[in-house]
């Protein structure tokens, strides 16, 4: 079969661009590695075409048998018109991703088949029920697959590669917050794949620096410091960011710091969530200690590497004065960069339920549940206290003149060419915010 596998064009977030194939598109934009991994897992007798809808435009009339697209919630609006007109056209259209798993009735009115879950098994599964013409409405996802068995992606797919690669080592997260959608999306726990197969795959990919799609590397530290020590040994010559968790770096031994620094790391995600401990308590994320935090960041910095933080607004604890509280917080923290998100109530988690038996859900206007928008009842403050708070911490903390202090102090620290990518990701996230936020 001809398959042509689609990934929408997505609106908001930092990593967004307005104009297709534009410098800043390639400079500043994301890797997306969703479609490139379905292809490494199609049996090769079927040939696999990628689009990307942030880079170009999709051919409706394009040769294909079957149309495989991805989606977000945030999306779902804009994947259900893309699959509308395929199927219009007489062509067979499959949904997958965090939206069709959290919602498959409603999907499924937009699709001939959805697959929830992880697609390891039930893809292949899939094609081979569509070319016998016994396509199921909806594949459940199979959890038993084993991590060594994933090919490398498919990058000879990518035909827009911008300038920050990614990869993959492992999948699932124990941690339970109630706000996030990966528990709900990969059920069976932590899986990791085989450290050989990862340093292989790094090999491959033609970017100098590199994002690892991880939820947390510090899940697992004896795996992640055994990765470090193949990177060091195999001369993986290029820069890394990668997700963290607080209450690991800060007191996690300095030889895995020092490894992480080696092997290339310049920058860490990690999600504080609220500078509020009882808003943390309140999330379930008591791993997270607000005491600890600004120790752990100056660790990080004293070990060469950087500190992307999320901070998220909107939580049941939080009252007007959360915001210039923040503001005052991270900058005694000497946060490098800052995430600021409105509490989103994705479906399929359990603060989507809460809310939705609370009476509290605004709107499911799907396009709104973007991190910018605020589309559920705050508990002690009204949504448009919530936005003008959130707004005034972003214009704050991206003033150009603060963008351009943390830059050089981020090449200051990290002393690395790959440093200038967490340097310049201040100067994204002010373009964000100006757009989404109206700074």
């Given at each position: ?5 689609v ?11 307005s104009d ?26 079927h ?9 170009e ?16 919630t ?16 007489g ?5 997958g ?25 039930t893809?292949?599964q ?11 409405t ?25 300038f ?9 997260c124990?941690n339970r ?10 059920q ?11 340093i ?5 990919i ?15 530290p ?10 060091i ?32 790391c310049v ?6 969530e ?17 005491e600890?935090f600004?120790?752990m ?8 590497m ?37 509490l ?6 359990p603060?989507?339920d ?10 499911k206007?799907w396009?709104r549940?973007?991190q ?11 949504p ?5 708070g ?11 003149t603060n963008?351009?202090?943390r ?11 790959a ?10 996230f ?10």
């Amino acid at each position: 079969m001809k398959i042509l596998l689609v990934f929408p064009r997505i609106e908001h977030g930092a990593s967004t661009y307005s104009d297709k194939g534009s410098w800043a598109s390639l400079l500043l934009g994301y890797a997306v590695i969703t479609l490139p991994h379905i292809a490494g897992i199609t049996p090769r007798q079927h040939s696999v075409t990628i689009v990307d809808e942030n880079y170009e435009d999709i051919d409706f009339s394009a040769d294909a048998d079957l149309i495989g697209i991805t989606c977000y919630t945030m999306t779902a609006p804009r994947v259900y018109e893309i699959a509308d007109e395929f199927r219009r056209r007489g062509k067979k259209v499959v949904l997958g991703g965090y939206h069709p798993t959290a919602m498959p009735e409603e999907a499924t009115q937009h699709a001939d088949s959805i697959l929830r879950g992880e697609v390891e098994l039930t893809w292949p599964q899939m094609l081979q029920d569509a070319e016998q013409g016994k396509m199921k409405t909806i594949y459940e996802a199979n959890p038993d697959f084993d991590m060594a068995l994933i090919p490398p992606i498919r990058r000879d797919l990518i035909r827009h590669n911008p300038f920050i690669g990614a990869v993959q080592t492992s999948r699932g997260c124990p941690n339970r917050c109630e706000f996030c959608a990966i528990t709900s999306f990969c059920q069976h726990g932590v899986k990791h794949r085989p450290i050989k197969n990862v340093i292989e795959e790094m090999k491959q990919i033609p970017n100098s620096v590199f994002i690892i799609h991880d939820p947390s590397l510090t899940i697992n530290p004896p795996y992640s410091r055994e990765l470090f020590q193949e990177m060091i040994k195999h001369k993986i010559k290029k820069g890394w960011i990668a997700n963290g968790n607080a209450n690991v770096l800060g007191k996690i031994d300095d030889e895995f710091l020092c490894l992480a620094r080696k092997s290339g790391c310049v920058e860490w995600f990690v999600g504080f969530e609220s500078i509020s401990q009882a808003s943390l308590n309140g999330i379930k994320k008591t791993v997270n200690k607000v005491e600890d935090f600004k120790r752990m960041i100056k660790r990080v910095h004293d070990h060469g590497m950087t500190v992307q933080g999320g901070i998220i607004f909107g939580f049941d604890q939080d009252t007007p004065d959360i915001f210039e509280t923040t503001l005052e917080k991270v900058k005694e923290w000497g946060l490098d960069c800052l995430e600021v998100n409105i509490l989103t109530p994705y479906p399929g988690t359990p603060l989507f339920d809460r809310l939705e038996k609370e009476g509290r859900i605004l709107t499911k206007d799907w396009s709104r549940y973007n991190q910018v928008d605020v589309v559920y009842q705050p508990k002690q403050m009204t949504p448009q206290e919530l936005i003008e708070g959130s707004r005034m911490v972003a214009k704050q903390y991206y003033t150009m003149t603060n963008v351009m202090f943390r830059a050089l102090k981020i090449l200051a620290i990290t002393r690395k060419r790959a440093g200038l990518v967490p340097a310049g990701t201040n100067y994204t996230f002010r373009r964000y915010y100006k757009r989404d936020f109206h700074i």
